[in-house]
T-cell receptor, first 114, second 116 residues
Framework: AQSVAQPEDQVNVAEGNPLTVKCTYS??????LFWYVQYPNRGLQFLLK??????LVKGSYGFEAEFNKSQTSFHLKKPSALVSDSALYFCAVRDRTGGIKTIFGAGTRLFVKA | GAVVSQHPSRVICKSGTSVKIECRSLDFQATTMFWYRQFPKKSLMLMAT?????????EQGVEKDKFLINHASLTLSTLTVTSAHPEDSSFYIC????????????FGSGTQLSVL
């Protein structure tokens, strides 16, 4: 069965500092991996994805994530956080070998303080 | 880019009434749409997979007679919460996959349902 773990309920970081939001996954086959962001009372917005190729994926708003197969991780990172990055972040996985469902992690709330 | 429109954004209803939520893909065809439920400070719970022209696939524990899903066209899926009760109050989100854009999901803006 597929699963996604986001071990931190909340991450606090000062504006201008680097941020990391952690994600590990479990899937039987090779995964598609995603990060989405949700602002209050809104749907989710796509940030970035790993499909194949370079393990370092760059996405929207200066975010990036690194696929680490041996550690089954896909941590989200940004070199310099902005207050406007404060939101709820979801890691998601889909097994490319036939599954159609995308499974989401529990979400990590990011607070960036000015 | 691809857009998914969800309507209404907010609905308040009396207990025992039914509420319909619409999800439309505006500029792409979606043979499959997904309905999620989100509780406060919680993750998205996949309720069902909506398949155009066929019956929806419900996740374990989701009552199909209570949460009716219809996917009558390639651009429209509806979720009807029948005989709503206060415990059905939640944030409902739909999504669709545009298979031409490498697997990512596009989400509606969500519907906040409050049952009095």
């Amino acid at each position: 069965a597929q699963s996604v773990a986001q071990p931190e309920d909340q991450v606090n970081v000062a504006e201008g500092n680097p941020l990391t939001v952690k994600c590990t996954y479990s899937v039987s086959g090779n995964p598609y991996l995603f990060w989405y962001v949700q602002y209050p009372n809104r749907g989710l917005q796509f940030l970035l994805k790993y499909i194949t190729g370079d393990n370092l994926v760059k996405g929207s708003y200066g975010f990036e994530a690194e696929f680490n197969k041996s550690q089954t991780s896909f941590h989200l990172k940004k070199p310099s956080a902005l207050v406007s990055d404060s939101a709820l972040y979801f890691c998601a996985v889909r097994d490319r070998t036939g599954g159609i469902k995308t499974i989401f992690g529990a979400g990590t709330r990011l607070f960036v303080k000015a | 880019g691809a857009v998914v429109s969800q309507h209404p954004s907010r609905v308040i209803c009396k207990s025992g009434t039914s509420v319909k939520i619409e999800c439309r893909s505006l500029d792409f065809q979606a043979t499959t749409m997904f309905w999620y439920r989100q509780f406060p400070k919680k993750s998205l719970m996949l309720m069902a997979t909506s398949n155009e022209g066929s019956k929806a696939t419900y996740e374990q524990g989701v009552e199909k007679d209570k949460f009716l899903i219809n996917h009558a066209s390639l651009t429209l899926s509806t979720l009807t919460v029948t005989s709503a009760h206060p415990e059905d109050s939640s944030f409902y989100i739909c999504s669709a996959r545009d298979t031409g854009t490498n697997e990512k999901l596009f989400f509606g803006s969500g519907t906040q349902l409050s049952v009095l």
